[in-house]
T-cell receptor
Framework: AQKITQTQPGMFVQEKEAVTLDCTYD???????LFWYKQPSSGEMIFLIY??????QNATEGRYSLNFQKARKSANLVISASQLGDSAMYFC???????????FGQGTRLTINP | NAGVMQNPRHLVRRRGQEARLRCSPM?????VYWYRQLPEEGLKFMVY????????ESGMPKERFSAEFPKEGPSILRIQQVVRGDSAAYFC???????????FGNGTRLTVT
């Protein structure tokens, strides 16, 4: 069975600093995908970034990058130059077995302080 | 290009009533997924559908819950005889194929009184 673990229930960061949100995963599937989603207080789920298990390069999307360490089974999200609007819940998720049946972690609540 | 559209945004039902949640996938997407989120928790998979077919319903409660994705029209998640424990946010997501990222709707927040 697949499992996602996010060990940081909450994080507080100063504006403009970089922040790393931790995510470790467990799966026996050789092919899988790793995702990060942002959920602001308004409740919607916003797709941020995707990493495939066979991708050689770490994924990047603007200020977001995914630090993929396959041997350690970790897929940490790095947000550079944090902004007040980054305050939200962040969920790490994974898919496997050729389907998008995502398994989500418990989430990390990120608060950016001015 | 409109995103995944869910309605209603908020739904209040009394115990014993039926709840019908609607989801229109992104244009061109034929894969639809329903997830449930309890307060302060991550999303939990419920069901995966393609047009007119249920592909995987391993996350659906055995009773009272059903889902469909007809040839024409939105996908519907139906909860019969709702109970307080059904109160949650229900998210629909769609994808182009089984390898593309899921795009989520804004969710329907169901409150059972």
């Amino acid at each position: 069975a697949q499992k996602i673990t996010q060990t940081q229930p909450g994080m507080f960061v100063q504006e403009k600093e970089a922040v790393t949100l931790d995510c470790t995963y467990d799966t026996s599937d050789p092919s899988y995908g790793l995702f990060w989603y942002k959920q602001p207080s308004s409740g919607e789920m916003i797709f941020l970034i995707y990493q495939g298990s066979y991708d050689q390069q770490n994924a990047t999307e603007g200020r977001y990058s995914l630090n993929f360490q396959k041997a350690r089974k970790s897929a940490n999200l790095v947000i550079s130059a944090s902004q007040l609007g980054d305050s939200a819940m962040y969920f790490c998720a994974m898919s496997g077995g050729g389907a998008q049946k995502l398994v989500f972690g418990q989430g990390t609540r990120l608060t950016i302080n001015p | 290009n409109a995103g995944v559209m869910q309605n209603p945004r908020h739904l209040v039902r009394r115990r014993g009533q039926e709840a019908r949640l609607r989801c229109s996938p992104m244009k061109g997407h034929s894969h639809v997924y329903w997830y449930r989120q309890l307060p302060e928790e991550g999303l939990k998979f419920m069901v995966y559908l393609q047009k007119e077919n249920i592909i995987d319903e391993s996350g659906m409660p055995k009773e009272r819950f059903s889902a469909e994705f007809p040839k024409e029209g939105p996908s519907i998640l139906r909860i019969q005889q709702v109970v307080r424990g059904d109160s949650a946010a229900y998210f629909c997501a769609s994808s182009l194929d089984t390898h593309s990222p899921l795009h989520f709707g804004n969710g329907t927040r169901l409150t059972v009184t």
